[in-house]
């Protein structure tokens, strides 16, 4: 009773010197008080402290998503009590700090004290945006002297860690601009969907030496930062993938994503109407992804004729120029140019953001304007062809089940193995009409589904007999194979020039 007595009378006399304090000394001098007494905390403190917030005004900030993500590694070692998380488009969860947790870690030898705090947000100043309720943020402490050692290193290493693990948690993304270059509410052109495909190298019929080629340009573009940098390079590559429909370019590209674990964003050209429209669409891309645009002969076409009407004499160089001297004026107005497909991948603009790979595919590489296609801007021209006795080996592998010992001479499939491997090319049957005729029959014996196929196969160079091209289609195949090969000798050329790595895949053919 006594102990309650004295407390009281302790707490009156606080209060007592407390209101003094407050009617004697005005809120600016507490003000200054504080202030001084932090300043000399400061001077004589070993550490220096770093205030990372959730928000930076209006906008979120960052870096506080990559602390967070970074954290969230050993954060489930070290903590008792965690946040857990799952992101949106994500199939991982992520572990948090709770408010006023801390953790501790280390970087070249220095220690750095991370603390999470979170408090109610005092009272809704305006804003356009809705700001969250509480506030949340990261406090960073480090010795004065690690300072200079290990800022602003530690921090690039924080977001590098953080994008590879955001990249490693989520599930990769589709994107398309169906609402052409116009933005939604987030200021945002690209609409996404999670990206699903299952096809891979392994799956892919094509000759595998063919292949090898393909997947060691594609892990050495990915692993190139530094060989880019140092020769002053944007990080990019730009692959043309050009054949009959059927015969696996989009299935490539499939392939392409899931080995190097990129986004892809499919382009729709057709609904892009101006050069600034595509420019944004560009800017809104991240890194680590493929950029796509399908049928490029189809859309384009429109786009030359303008142009060569704008310019009679224009040759593919003159073409490099918005039509009518502006992009927004005149003949070349609601439209995309050539020029501003050029400045897409190649330009300045084509140089926001890294780690970037263009594809454009084509049925008709004949088509295309030379200066799309010229070396260097396309850096790797890829024929998919119909389908050859290497490429079917994959499919019967993995549709019908067959081994690497079945297609040897020695066993007893031999002979069925020879006749494929006698009639497949002149058949010309592109490994999509191949691919269905093993799906028809996967629940045969593997024997029988691939005499079937045979028989197909048959038929078909019976058909291509009996059926004689008209002049017309002769000329067109004619057209065709000289392109391929003019295709084929300027690279042959280019190889011969140069045998630096550099310059090794520029418009190099496989
Ligand atoms: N090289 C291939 N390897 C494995 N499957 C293939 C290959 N080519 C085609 N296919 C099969 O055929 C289907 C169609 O292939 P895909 O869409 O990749 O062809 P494409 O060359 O892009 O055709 P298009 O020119 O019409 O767009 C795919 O679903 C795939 O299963
Ligand atoms: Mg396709």
Same mark, same amino acid.
């Given at each position: 009773?006594?102990?309650?007595t004295s ?5 009156g ?8 304090l407050?009617?004697v000394?005005?809120?600016?001098l ?7 007494f932090h300043?000399?905390?400061c ?9 990372i ?32 998380s799952?992101?949106l488009n ?26 999470h ?11 356009w945006?809705?700001l969250?309720?509480?506030k ?8 004065k002297?690690d ?7 530690y921090?690039?290493?924080i977001?590098?860690t953080?994008n ?5 948690n ?14 939604e ?6 609409e ?8 891979t ?5 094509m ?32 692959y ?12 490539m590209?499939?392939?392409?994503a *899931? ?22 669409? =560009? ?5 680590k ?11 384009? *076409?429109?786009?030359?004729?303008i142009s060569?009407?704008?310019s ?8 490099l ?6 992009e927004?004026?005149?003949?070349g ?29 084509t *049925? ?7 200066a799309?296609?010229r070396s ?5 021209h ?5 389908c ?6 994959? =499919?019967?592998? *993995? ?6 010992r079945?297609?040897d001479?020695?066993?007893e499939t031999s002979d069925l193995?020879?006749e ?19 799906i ?7 024997e ?6 045979l028989d197909?196969?048959?038929?078909r160079v ?5 059926k ?26 280019m190889?011969?020039s140069?045998?630096?790595k ?9």
């Amino acid at each position: 009773m006594e102990f309650w007595t004295s407390l009281a009378s302790l707490m009156g006399v606080f209060a007592f010197f407390q209101s003094i304090l407050h009617a004697v000394f005005p809120l600016e001098l507490r003000f200054a008080a504080v202030k001084i007494f932090h300043r000399v905390f400061c001077c004589f403190s070993t550490y220096c402290y770093f205030d990372i917030t959730e928000m930076d005004g209006v906008n979120t900030n960052e870096l506080y998503h990559a602390v967070q993500l970074y954290l969230s590694r050993s954060a489930s070692i070290a903590a008792s009590r965690l946040s857990l998380s799952r992101g949106l488009n994500s199939s991982a969860f992520t572990f948090g700090l709770t408010n006023n947790d801390r953790l501790v870690d280390t970087f070249r030898g220095a220690i750095a004290t991370w603390e999470h705090a979170v408090t109610q947000r005092q009272s809704q100043s305006f804003s356009w945006r809705p700001l969250p309720e509480e506030k949340r943020s990261f406090t960073l402490r480090i010795k004065k002297k690690d300072k200079a050692i290990i800022l602003p290193a530690y921090l690039d290493h924080i977001m590098e860690t953080a994008n590879e693990l955001r990249r490693r948690n989520q599930d990769r993304l589709l994107y398309t601009n169906s609402r052409g270059g116009s933005m939604e509410s987030r200021g945002f052109p690209w609409e996404s969907v999670p990206f699903k495909h299952p096809s891979t190298f392994e799956t892919l019929a094509m000759d595998p030496s063919r292949k090898e080629l393909i997947m060691a340009d594609l892990t050495d573009f990915a692993e190139g930062k530094t060989f880019y940098e140092k020769r002053g390079r944007a990080w990019k590559r730009g692959y043309l993938l050009y054949g009959p429909p059927g015969t696996g370019k989009s299935s490539m590209i499939a392939a392409m994503a *899931n080995y190097l674990g990129y986004d892809i964003y499919d382009l729709e050209l057709t609904e892009v109407h101006t050069n600034s429209e595509l420019r944004k669409l =560009l800017m809104k891309t991240t890194s680590k992804s493929i950029i796509v645009i399908e049928d490029i002969d189809c859309s384009l *076409n429109l786009t030359n004729r303008i142009s060569k009407k704008a310019s009679p004499s224009a040759d593919a160089s003159s073409d490099l120029r918005p039509v009518g001297g502006s992009e927004d004026g005149g003949a070349g107005a609601k439209t995309i140019t050539l020029s501003g497909l050029l400045n897409f991948t190649d330009g300045l603009w084509s140089c926001c953001g890294s780690e970037r790979i263009f594809v454009f595919t084509t *049925n008709h590489i004949e088509k295309l304007d030379p200066a799309l296609v010229r070396s260097g801007r396309m850096d790797m021209h890829i024929h998919m062809s119909h389908c050859s006795f290497p490429a079917l080996k994959i =499919l019967m592998t *993995n549709y019908l089940g067959f081994d690497d010992r079945e297609f040897d001479d020695k066993t007893e499939t031999s002979d069925l193995m020879r006749e494929l491997a006698d009639v497949i090319d002149d058949a010309e049957m592109t490994p999509a009409d191949v691919s269905e005729v093993l799906i028809k029959n996967r629940r045969r014996e593997k024997e029988a589904a691939a005499g079937e196929l045979l028989d197909v196969l048959k038929e078909r160079v019976e058909k291509r007999k009996k059926k004689k091209p008209t002049g017309e289609e002769m000329e067109e195949e004619e057209q065709e194979k000289r392109a391929l090969e003019s295709t084929s000798s300027e690279s042959d050329q280019m190889m011969d020039s140069c045998d630096g790595k550099e310059d090794k895949g520029e418009g190099e053919q496989v």
